[in-house]
Each structure stands twice: as C-alpha cells, then as structure tokens.
C-alpha cells in the first residue's frame, strides 16, 4: 500500500506557481520523499527528492515540513506542458530489498490556459 | 543521448501465446525493474534485478519471468500463465551503489501497452 495521500485533482493557472501537497505521516527516518509525474500514455518522469532540508532543481521545489509528516511540490511557473498526474512516494534508503517504488493514485494537475 | 529504450511500443497476445518486452538502457545503471500499470491505477512490482545474473520478484510475478544476462538488458517475458495481460509495461533503472545503500531516483522507460488479440 502506498503510503501517502494526496488530493485527486487540481487545477492551476498558466504562468503561475502550482502547490502540490503531499501526506506522508509515517514517514521512517530513512525514508526519502520522490517526486515524478506521468503525462498520458508515457513512462513516470522523476521530478525530485528530498530527506528532510528543502531542495530545488531546473523543473520544481520541494518543500518538506520540520516534522517530514508532509511536503509540497511546487511548479514555480505551470505551463500546459505540465498537465500530468503527479505522484508523491516515501521509500528507503540503505535496505537493498526496498528498491521498489510504491505508486499511490497520485494527483491529476490540469493547467488552465 | 543516455535513456531507457523499451519496445515494441504496442504489442498483441494470441491466447496461449507467450510475448517477450524488450527493455535497454545505457545509463550504466545496476539495477533494473518492471512494473506494470492497469487504467487509473498506480504501479505494481513484478521483477528487479540489481545486479546481472540476479533478479528477484516483486509484487505480482505470477505469469511472468525475466533474465538479466547482459547489464544493458532486461527482458520481460509474458506467459500463457497470466491470465490477465492486458496492462501498460513499465521498464526502469537506476543506480545502485556497494551494499544496496541507494537514494537515487529510478528512471524509466516510455513503456508497452500489450493487449489481447
């Protein structure tokens, strides 16, 4: 079972910063947060992941609260392009059997034009 | 440049017929997986492999079977034994340092859709 909870849709506005918040309130300590996103009928694209500081990279931020119970992507600038189903997953690090990623129903993200 | 290359991109199954996914990349990566997506639903392990000559079953392995006998290489093989094939295949890989300690993202392919004749 996936085990974290987001929100089933959202919807954004072209050109302006769409938050994507994220459940994760049994997160281990050894546990990361991955961030990807799936256009219609293509593979997941990873995004970004963080342990516990805030990171940022060319596509998004992630923002993950002091007590890591939950996070939020953020989409500094939606475009269409970014139309997806976005999908938030806690998996661990230094455990060779818990290679799998856990995909939960994620959030489906419509950029308005 | 590096990727994930799976093919064919759609595929069809006769009854009882076994069909082989073909899945390469050229990331240099350790390990490599498959998953599998039905419509409006997440993903679901059926094999990885962290290293060749080594795999070992995920979630839903029933029905299939793979071989990693090459690092590029991780073929999937479809039997008659699946009773349900109709899904979308995902193929992935990413890096995994000495001892199985990884926080590296997997990557993944743009999958195949197989459905039943």
């Known amino acids: 079972d996936a085990k974290t909870t987001q929100p089933p849709s959202m919807d954004c506005a072209e050109g302006r910063a769409a938050n994507l918040p994220c459940n994760h309130s049994?997160?281990?300590?050894?546990?990361?947060v991955y961030w990807y996103r799936q256009i219609h009928s293509q593979g997941p694209q990873y995004i970004i992941h963080?342990?516990?500081n805030n990171e940022t990279n060319e596509m998004a931020s992630l923002i993950i609260t002091e007590d890591r119970k939950s996070s939020t992507l953020i989409l500094p600038h939606a475009t269409l392009r970014d139309t997806a189903v976005y999908y938030c997953?806690?998996?661990?690090?230094?455990?060779?059997?818990?290679?799998?990623?856990?995909f939960g129903s994620g959030t489906r993200l419509s950029i308005r034009p | 440049d590096g990727g994930i290359t799976q093919s064919p991109k759609y595929l069809f199954r006769k009854e009882g017929q076994n069909v082989t996914l073909s899945c390469e990349q050229n990331?240099?990566?350790?390990?490599m997986y498959w998953y599998r997506q039905d419509p409006g639903q997440g993903l679901r392990l059926i094999y990885y492999?962290?290293?060749?000559?080594?795999?070992q079953k995920g979630d839903i392995a029933e029905g299939y079977s793979v071989s990693r006998e090459k690092k590029e290489s991780f073929p999937l093989t479809v039997t008659s034994a699946q009773k349900n094939p109709t899904a979308f295949y995902l193929c992935?890989?990413?890096?995994?340092?000495?001892?199985?300690?990884?926080?590296?993202?997997?990557?993944f392919g743009d999958g195949t859709r197989l459905s039943i004749l």
């Open positions: 049994t997160i281990s300590g050894n546990e990361y």
């Open positions: 992935a890989s990413s890096i995994e340092r000495g001892q199985g300690y990884s926080n590296q993202p997997q990557h």
């Open positions: 492999s962290q290293i060749v000559n080594d795999f």
């Open positions: 963080g342990l516990k």
């Open positions: 997953i806690v998996r661990p690090w230094g455990y060779s059997s818990a290679s799998k990623i856990i």
């Open positions: 990331l240099n990566h350790d390990a």
